[in-house]
């Protein structure tokens, strides 16, 4: 019987060894750098699910406007629910590292056979220790490191929530900037139109001067290739509507072929500077921009984080208490002198324990949690640094967008009435075709310019908005226009 049992362990350890050799995974890699890796049929599988489509409520008027389109953004954006999730995951964090203040208590319920053969004596004996046992630890000093680390956590916690609302400042800003994109393209079909039926008017007068014998045939064709040239514009601008529309939906978290529609741009706008300068804009932007508050927690956490590594370096003291029952039963039917019995253990002391040497370890990791701290406090003054220069690039650009806009508007003025005398120049024969087209480019490029002015204004002043931290949550201005 105990050749047997040997051979038996033998093949068990034999097989152990085995299945411990190493083994490259048949599914880890691809066979060859210019071959796509193909999962064998017994790995696990990644299912990509569909995106489940969002509740679309219907426009209140037909048409959405900014308010509900950063509404519905803020909703069904993913950006703002990760945001939140990670918020929730360090609120967390936090509540494990406060867990230091409470004691730990386990329980344990074990079961051991032992076997015992003497061959000499040709006699065995099988013992049965069952046993329970509970068991306390409590923490009840150290110098700091577990108070540094839940103001660790805390300040973690208070980084993340303003990670989540510098998120929800993020998609507001975006939206605004699809929103008002989209709306140029519409106002730039809406001109494009305008210079297709301008070109066909032209080349109605062309015919009508051909006809009556005062004009040739290539004053026609000329016109017609203006025409042609006009409707290309125009379809090219339709490929440009579906664009913005599909970042427009992006933006809002919806998917790109859900039918809606936003209103259509002001006819007037008032393109008024500010009040504020950009001393005070700074200011404004020093104490509301979310980024350098995130920066400062992010700071402060560093900082609770060396010390954390500073008290770990340290003694602490430890308080530690247990109580159990353990029985040994002896197999009667089998020779033995042992006798059952039943053993009750209760202990409790307390211990101190003094990180002596550990291969430099805590040491290394004081350096780095304060090298982390160091750095924390430069990216802090750099993104000081960052936010002033942003504030003062989007406050010329909106002064230039303003300015741009107003030129535009007498541009067009001009333009428009520039066109006027051209056809009825050209109408009463004293004009030639090539005058009466070139004023037609002119209008039309006018009204382009219009469009995108008007666009560059409305972006500007939503980047300034969000500089200076006074974006509202629908895309609503905090800032003073000049009367």
Known sequence: MGKKKCKAVVAALCLAVYGCAYRQPAESVSPANFQKWEPPARSAEVKVEGMAKPSVPPPSEGKWGLTEVVDLALKNNPATSAAWYDALSASARLGAAESADYPKVSASVSANFKDTYDSAKDFATRQVYPGAALTLSWLIMDFGSRDASKEAARYALVAANLTQNKAIEDVVLQTAKAYYL????????????????KAASHLKAAEARKEAGVATISDVLSAKTALSQA???LQTVDGSIATTRGSLAVAMGIPANTPFDIEEAPKEVSFENISADIDSLIDQALKRRTELAISTAQTQMAEANARKAEG????????????????YEVNENRLSS??????????????LNYPLFTGYQYEYEEKRARYEAQSARERETAARQRVINQVYNSYHALKTASQKAAASGDLLASAERSEEVALA????????????????AALSDARSQVVQAR???????????????LLGLHGETGLKADR
Do not use: C
Request: net charge negative; proline share 1%; no cysteine.
């Open 425 to 440: 120049r050209y109408k009463e024969g004293v004009g030639t075709i090539v005058e009466l087209l070139s004023a037609q």
């Open 455 to 469: 666009w560059e204004w409305y972006s500007s002043l939503a980047q300034l908005q969000y500089d200076t931290g």
């Open 312 to 327: 770990d370096l340290k003694p602490s003291l430890t308080l530690g208490a247990s109580t159990g029952v353990t029985w």
């Open 338 to 351: 042992a006798t059952d019995r039943r053993e009750d253990l209760f202990s409790v002391g307390v211990t």
């Open 182 to 197: 989209y709306m140029s393209a519409k106002a730039l079909r809406e001109a494009r139109e305008k210079a297709v039926e």
């Open 231 to 233: 409707n290309l514009a």
